[in-house]
T-cell receptor, first 113, second 114 residues
Framework: AQKVTQAQTEISVVEKEDVTLDCVYE???????LFWYKQPPSGELVFLIR??????QNEISGRYSWNFQKSTSSFNFTITASQVVDSAVYFC??????????FGTGTRLKVLA | DGGITQSPKYLFRKEGQNVTLSCEQN?????MYWYRQDPGQGLRLIYY???????QKGDIAEGYSVSREKKESFPLTVTSAQKNPTAFYLC?????????????FGPGTRLTVL
């Protein structure tokens, strides 16, 4: 069975701190896709990144970076120098290339000024 | 601007009533989805549609119904058979229903049963 685990329910940091959000996935398929979404208080999920199982390169986009490690089945997300605007719920999701997307339970990030 | 619209943003329903949540997209996407989000839980799939006039049940379809008469529209009806309908409902779409595309989400509808 496929599963996504985000063990951190809520994280609080002070502005300018770095923070890492963990995502561990389970699947026996060799082809799969991983996603991160941000859900701000307005409610709409915003796509952040997609990674396929054949591409283990880490990615950096501004203050955001992602570390994909197949050996540990993890796809962790780091925010450098966090800002108040980063406060949101972050979801990790897994797809096997079919219609279905499996979401983790989300991590609520609070960045305090 | 392309995107997904959902209406209404807030909806109150009396027990025993059916209500319909609207979802419209102008992204020309083939696939559309309905999710339910409860506090502390991830998104759970209610229904999805990969093409007009076709839709499939997701993990928690009981008490819900949908239609897909137009590519742009995928309304969700919450029926009186749904035992605990109070939740946040999100509509999403993808270019193709093949799982490698990112999903685009609407702003959601918060349904409260009084």
């Amino acid at each position: 069975a496929q599963k996504v685990t985000q063990a951190q329910t809520e994280i609080s940091v002070v502005e300018k701190e770095d923070v890492t959000l963990d995502c561990v996935y389970e699947t026996r398929d060799t082809t799969y896709y991983l996603f991160w979404y941000k859900q701000p208080p307005s409610g709409e999920l915003v796509f952040l990144i997609r990674r396929n199982s054949f591409d283990e390169q880490n990615e950096i986009s501004g203050r955001y970076s992602w570390n994909f490690q197949k050996s540990t089945s993890s796809f962790n997300f780091t925010i450098t120098a966090s800002q108040v605007v980063d406060s949101a719920v972050y979801f990790c999701a897994l797809s096997l290339g079919t219609y279905k997307y499996i979401f983790g339970t989300g991590t609520r990030l609070k960045v305090l000024a | 601007d392309g995107g997904i619209t959902q209406s209404p943003k807030y909806l109150f329903r009396k027990e025993g009533q059916n209500v319909t949540l609207s979802c419209e997209q102008n992204l020309n996407h083939d696939a559309m989805y309905w999710y339910r989000q409860d506090p502390g839980q991830g998104l759970r799939l209610i229904y999805y549609s990969q093409i007009v006039n076709d839709f499939q049940k997701g993990d928690i379809a009981e008490g819900y119904s949908v239609s897909r008469e137009k590519k742009e529209s995928f309304p969700l009806t919450v029926t009186s058979a749904q035992k605990n309908p109070t939740a946040f409902y999100l509509c999403a779409s993808t270019e193709r229903g093949l799982g490698y595309n990112e999903q685009f989400f609407g702003p959601g509808t918060r349904l409260t049963v009084l």
